[in-house]
């Protein structure tokens, strides 16, 4: 039996290229993955995005709400360290 990968676009959005957190380090994995035969991309495992009441087991369900509206408050982006975008928290939510 092969080990699953999983790989999704939103694992790698677009970050500050000088920000200390090497995004593109997943898209970079799958590339060299694939390229070097290791796997195909048709095999890749797509996650779905995590429903709603899934997250609420783990997080408030207001918190929840201001994270995918980019409502948070400068502490709750502050404790968060990355910057803020609709494709971060995408990318967030697929995942878990």
């Known amino acids: 039996m092969s080990l699953p990968l999983i790989y999704h676009d939103d694992y790698s959005p677009a970050f ?26 048709v095999q890749l495992m797509r996650p779905e995005l995590c429903p709603a009441d899934i997250l609420a087991l783990a997080h408030d369900p207001s918190y929840i709400s201001r994270y995918l509206s980019g409502d948070l408050s400068r502490e709750d982006q502050r404790r968060l360290g990355l910057p803020w975008s609709e494709a971060l928290a995408r990318r967030t939510i697929r995942a878990v």
């Open 16 to 41: 500050p290229q000088d920000h200390r957190f090497p995004m593109d380090k997943f898209r970079l994995l799958r590339d060299y993955l694939v390229d070097s035969g290791l796997t195909r991309d």
